[in-house]
C-alpha cells in the first residue's frame, strides 16, 4: 500500500492513504458503506496506532471506512453503555410490572377464597330463603283468599 509522505491532516487522509469523504458511523466499522470489506491496519504516520480501513479500490466512490481503531473503540463502548443504560430502564419497568403481577395474582387468589367460602354458605342460606319465600306467599294466598 503506498503511503503518503505523512503531510495530510485531514480525517481521510491521516491514515496514509487517500479515501475520499469518511465513513461517520459511530463505533466498530463492520462493513464500508461501498462494499468492501474491512481490515485493521497499523499507521506508519502515527507509528503503532492502529486504524480501520475499507479494502476496496480506490477507484469506487466513497464515503469509506477510514478510522482510527481506539476512536472506534471509544465510540463502541459509549454506544454499549447507553443501550446499557436503556436495558437497565426497561428492567425497572418490567420489575415494576413484576409487582403489579404479583399483586393482582394475590387480590384474584383472595377472590378464589371468597368465592370458595360463599359456594360453602350459599346452597343453606339459599334453602332458608327460599323456603321462607314460600311460605310467605302461601300465608299472603290463605290471607287473600279468607278476606
Ligand atoms: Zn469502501
Redesign the pocket.
Known amino acids: 500500500m503506498p503511503l503518503s509522505n505523512g503531510s495530510w491532516t485531514t480525517t481521510s487522509m491521516r491514515n496514509g492513504r487517500y479515501?475520499g469523504l469518511s465513513d461517520t458511523k459511530p463505533g466498530i466499522p463492520k462493513k464500508?458503506?461501498?462494499g468492501?470489506e474491512i481490515e485493521l491496519r497499523v499507521s506508519q504516520i502515527d507509528p503503532g496506532r492502529r486504524f480501520f480501513i475499507?479494502t476496496?479500490p480506490v477507484s469506487?466512490p466513497?464515503p469509506?471506512?477510514n478510522k482510527w481503531w481506539d476512536e472506534a473503540v471509544m465510540e463502541e463502548f459509549d454506544e454499549l453503555k447507553g443501550k446499557i443504560e436503556e436495558q437497565n430502564t426497561q428492567l425497572l419497568h418490567i420489575a415494576m410490572d413484576c409487582g403489579r403481577m404479583d399483586k393482582l395474582v394475590d387480590d384474584v387468589a383472595k377472590l378464589k377464597d371468597s368465592g370458595k367460602k360463599m359456594e360453602n354458605v350459599t346452597p343453606n342460606e339459599l334453602k332458608i330463603v327460599v323456603v321462607f319465600g314460600v311460605v310467605v306467599i302461601i300465608m299472603a294466598m290463605i290471607i287473600a283468599f279468607l278476606k
Open positions: 479515501r464500508c458503506p461501498c468492501f475499507c476496496g469506487v466513497g469509506h471506512v
